[in-house]
């Protein structure tokens, strides 16, 4: 991931960092090249502009053209910017400062990686934070997709409710809010079903089920090598369902990283956790620091 990115900004980099002086005109070619390298990463437009204005506009100041080393400061806004785009500093966990049992609502289209990582985060949930998950599948569209849940849930030591055939998402979420209530859980995960597009059947769905259940998170999954695809699907989610975060999957490929790059501008929302391969345990949180600092290598 990242790495055809990486390399091009190396290149853009070495050339500024080679001057012992810098003109504006240098800072606004190397930007120029800058911008060429995220939109060949599948950065969205939007993003990419008001990346290199922002860079651009800090950098062509006189503090920084006059100072010493202008190239290596240069790099160094850049480097913020990075880590500004991707969503600053914080490393935004999950939250539980809720009246248990806390509802963790999983949205996202079809193979976009949705029930493996709400089995990932039902693990991480037991293991690291001790608390007792539940988890449930919405999913009466593909088939057994709530025996796939259950059969995650066995690996990952995490109760599924049981299934019951023929009942409706919104019925199914009713009665896991139920079980959980009463059997004491602390946190419950609400796997719903995905499609392969964006349609106005899933919205109302999503919808209703937030309805009744009333999720502390809403987590969009999305596929970090669907590239801009996936910026249109976070787009499509974020105009119709209170969104919380964002958890993107395949991180462990070879994304060009521009989904990575544009998902918090465009749902201006956190991404929260990264998935970083087909096992139970490839999740982590999201890091925009380490992020920025693996893309300028
Ligand atoms: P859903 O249809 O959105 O529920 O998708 P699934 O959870 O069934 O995942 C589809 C496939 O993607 C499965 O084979 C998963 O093992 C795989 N997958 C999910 N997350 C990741 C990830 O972060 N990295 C990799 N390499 N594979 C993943």
Redesign the pocket.
């Known amino acids: 991931m990242f790495d055809t990115l990486s390399d091009r900004l190396g290149g853009v980099f070495d050339k500024l960092r080679g001057r012992g002086a810098l003109r504006e005109q240098d800072v606004r070619d190397a930007m120029r090249e800058v911008r060429i390298a995220l939109l060949e990463a599948d950065v969205a437009l939007p993003v990419a502009r008001r990346f290199i204005d922002a860079v651009t506009e800090k950098a062509v100041g006189q503090d920084v053209l006059r100072s010493v080393t202008p190239g290596q400061q240069v790099i160094k806004i850049v480097h913020d910017e990075l880590v500004e785009t991707l969503g600053g500093m914080e490393v935004e966990g999950l939250r539980f400062d809720a009246k248990p049992p806390v509802v963790i609502m999983m949205v996202?289209?079809?193979?976009?990686?949705?029930?493996?990582?709400t089995a990932k985060l039902a693990k991480l949930i037991r293991e690291r934070h001790g608390k007792k998950a539940l988890m449930a599948s919405l999913d009466v569209n593909?088939p057994a997709?709530q025996e796939?849940l259950a059969i995650l849930g066995t690996q990952v030591d995490v109760a599924t409710l049981p299934i019951v055939v023929g009942q409706q998402p919104v019925d199914i979420a009713r009665r896991a809010m139920e079980s959980a209530r009463l059997q004491n859980f602390d946190v419950l995960l609400l796997?719903t079903a995905?499609r392969l597009h964006v349609d106005d059947a899933l919205m109302a769905e999503m919808k209703a089920v937030a309805g009744v259940s009333s999720p502390n998170e809403v987590l969009l999954?999305v596929d970090s090598l669907t590239g801009q695809d996936a910026v249109n699907v976070a787009q499509n989610f974020t105009n119709e369902v209170p969104l919380t975060g964002v958890v993107l999957?395949?991180?462990?490929?070879d994304a060009r990283g521009g989904a990575a790059l544009s998902m918090r501008a465009v749902t201006g929302k956190p991404i929260k956790f990264a998935?970083?391969?087909?096992k139970l345990d490839?999740i982590e949180p999201f890091r925009p620091g380490s992020v920025a600092d693996r893309i300028l290598g």
């Open positions: 996202g289209l079809q193979g976009s990686g949705k029930t493996t990582t593909r997709a796939q796997d995905g999954v999957t395949r991180m462990d490929g998935g970083t391969g087909e490839a």
